[in-house]
């Protein structure tokens, strides 16, 4: 079975600082991953996924992710994070499209001004 | 883009009554819905995935009895939360995927459901 684990539970930074959250999914085949934002009192949006070809995915509102797969890793990154980032973010995993997402317990990033 | 409406958003009810929550996909066809419940800082746990027409498969642990969930056409999946009690006080998110596009996920706005 697939599982996925996202390592740091609450990130507080102050804006224009480097953002690197990390992800980490246990599974023994091909995945797909995703990251997911959640911002309070909405629902979930993709910020970016990986399926295969170039592990260096970009994503909207400035966000990458590398895919390392010897590390069985997805890790977020933002250069410089901004107030409005203010949000859970959430990895997830599939093994095949269509397939439901498995989710990481989430991430709380507070960005203070 | 592709949009699901969930409703209602939030919901309180007293024990031993039931609460239908509904998912909708406005302009795309959901051949598939997925059901999830979250508790307080933690991840979205799996509850079920239903298929058009077909009945949903539950994930271990839950039970199809007290979650029941129809999936009656391509654009709309509903979670019956039958003799509700204060344990199922949680918060429910739907996702669909869209027939044209299996790799697309799109998340309702979830609903939070308080057991009195």
């Known amino acids: 079975a697939q599982s996925v684990s996202q390592h740091n539970h609450h990130v507080i930074l102050s804006e224009a600082a480097s953002l690197e959250l990390g992800c980490n999914y246990s599974y023994g085949g091909t995945v797909n991953l995703f990251w997911y934002v959640q911002y309070p009192g909405q629902h979930l949006q993709l910020l970016l996924k990986y399926f295969s070809g170039d592990p260096l995915v970009k994503g909207i509102k400035g966000f990458e992710a590398e895919f390392i797969k010897s590390k069985f890793s997805f890790n977020l990154r933002k250069p410089s994070v901004q107030w409005s980032d203010t949000a859970e973010y959430f990895c997830?995993?599939?093994?095949?499209?269509?397939?439901?997402?498995?989710f990481g317990k989430g991430t709380t990033l507070s960005v203070s001004s | 883009g592709a949009v699901v409406s969930q409703h209602p958003s939030r919901v309180i009810c007293k024990s031993g009554t039931s609460v239908k929550i509904e998912c909708r996909s406005l302009?795309?066809?959901?051949?598939?819905m997925f059901w999830y419940r979250q508790f307080p800082k933690q991840s979205l746990m799996l509850m079920a995935t239903s298929n058009e027409g077909s009945k949903a498969t539950y994930e271990q642990g839950v039970e199809k009895d007290k979650f029941l969930i129809n999936h009656a056409s391509l654009t709309l999946s509903t979670l019956t939360v039958t003799s509700a009690h204060p344990e199922d006080s949680s918060f429910y998110i739907c996702?669909?995927?869209?027939?044209?596009?299996?790799?697309?996920?799109?998340f309702g706005s979830g609903t939070r459901l308080t057991v009195v």
């Open positions: 997830a995993v599939n093994a095949k499209a269509g397939t439901a997402l498995i």
């Open positions: 996702s669909a995927t869209d027939r044209r596009d299996r790799d697309g996920y799109t």
């Open positions: 302009d795309f066809q959901a051949t598939t």
